[in-house]
């Protein structure tokens, strides 16, 4: 069984992640890890705390030359703003000073039904842990669920679909050449036209102090027929990934394939008909179940949609109520970026990675990459004869 926790909060000392269930022998790329958190820090929209991390991860136990282990691997990313915070975020009791208690609560944040659920008196002891700071842990986590999925030619990858509500022109592109020109792009989009209406809008909103959601789209190539399962609630693959991805900070919706679109169409222009060819076996000629039937893997590409709201913190504060005397108060404000949707999609492709590959481990489990290649192989062969 994959699986992982994360622990850290944001202004604390470092972030850390400790990933259990990696089979030995995969190839760690801690450069490739590093990409994908420097990606995280990219976009338009981000605040000042980008300017201060170079988010780096740290492997401290599991991996020995290049390779992991079998046993758990520990992920660290340090935080270069703890020396800013080592008073306020102290573990150690002399250290107190309640002159800095937070008591203005934020709408759309953790912060008042945290501090009702875990009977804080400061508010600062929820956000740090609920802040999306904790997502460059995930990121790295995903870092390394794609050095397990790549010896099996699985690759996953992130780009922005919408940021408030201006929409990329992606329709002529293949994924492949989406990914590839979202790259590039400064709002993570693969439409010229739409970047240019999407930068000027976050200059418009950081102007009114206001903030921008929007869509990221996630798409997975190389599944083999079957990851995930009919039989069991807990065990189906794109409940897994709602799961996963709903648990991202300020994530409010999931569609896989045509999403919502599939309640407004009739069932012969939604489901994905079926032919045999013998050298390709099985085949459907449409994807519009995104890559998922039954809770199961189609070996088509995995799309998935995650809607992200926009961000909490407002540098014009929404209305709000003091903790401690009652009174109507305007919220805290927290540093805070504009827009954080480009580095929402470096995150989802993370999570989607990481979901792959717990169930795929599930799937071809082994001690080690040789057993887990040899057991998907088999498997692979016993479909070729269906």
């Not at 994360?6 to 604390?12: I, L, P, R, V």
């Not at 994924?175 to 930068?199: G, L, N």
């Not at 012969?268 to 008909?273: N, R």
Request: glycine share 10%; hydrophobic share 40%; net charge neutral.
């Amino acid at each position: 069984m994959l699986r992982f926790f994360t622990a850290g909060e944001s202004h604390g000392p470092c972030l850390t992640a400790i990933v259990e269930g990696v089979p030995a022998g995969v190839p760690v790329d801690v450069v490739t890890i590093n990409h994908d958190l420097a990606r995280r820090q990219q976009g338009y929209g981000r605040g000042g705390r980008m300017k201060i991390e170079k988010d780096e991860v740290k492997i401290l136990s599991g991996v020995r030359w290049g390779e992991s282990l079998g046993s758990p691997i520990t992920l660290v990313i340090d935080n270069k703003d703890w020396k800013n915070w080592e008073k306020r975020m102290s573990p150690f009791a002399e250290d107190r000073d309640d002159t800095k208690t937070v008591t203005r609560p934020r709408p759309g944040h953790a912060d008042l039904a945290g501090v009702q659920k875990y009977n804080h008196k400061d508010v600062r002891n929820v956000l740090e842990r609920a802040s999306a700071r904790e997502t460059t842990a995930r990121v790295a986590v995903g870092g390394l669920a794609k050095c397990l999925l790549r010896p099996f030619d699985i690759h996953v990858r992130g780009y922005v679909a919408e940021i408030g509500g201006i929409v990329a022109d992606h329709k002529r592109l293949t994924a492949e050449e989406i990914f590839t020109r979202a790259e590039v792009s400064s709002v993570r989009m693969a439409d010229p036209a739409a970047e240019e209406q999407v930068v000027n809008l976050i200059d418009q909103y950081k102007k009114q102090g206001d903030t921008l959601g929007g869509v990221v789209e996630v798409i997975a190539t190389g599944l083999p027929p079957g990851l995930g399962s009919y039989v069991h609630w807990d065990r189906k693959l794109d409940g897994r990934l709602g799961h996963a991805l709903l648990s991202l900070q300020a994530a409010k919706g999931v569609e896989i394939g045509l999403g919502f679109g599939t309640a407004r169409l009739p069932g012969s222009q939604v489901h994905d008909e079926i032919s045999f060819e013998p050298q390709r076996r099985f085949v459907r000629h449409s994807n519009n179940s995104g890559g998922t039937e039954g809770g199961m893997s189609t070996s088509e590409p995995l799309r998935v949609r995650v809607a992200f709201k926009p961000l909490s913190t407002l540098m014009r504060p929404l209305h709000s109520v003091d903790l401690v005397s009652k009174e109507p108060v305007e919220a805290t404000i927290e540093r805070s970026d504009v827009c954080a949707i480009p580095a929402a999609a470096v995150i989802a492709e993370g999570v989607v990675a990481y979901v792959v590959a717990q169930a795929l481990v599930e799937k071809f489990s082994g001690d080690s990459l040789i057993e887990m290649k040899r057991n998907y192989q088999g498997y692979l062969e016993q479909v070729q004869q269906l």
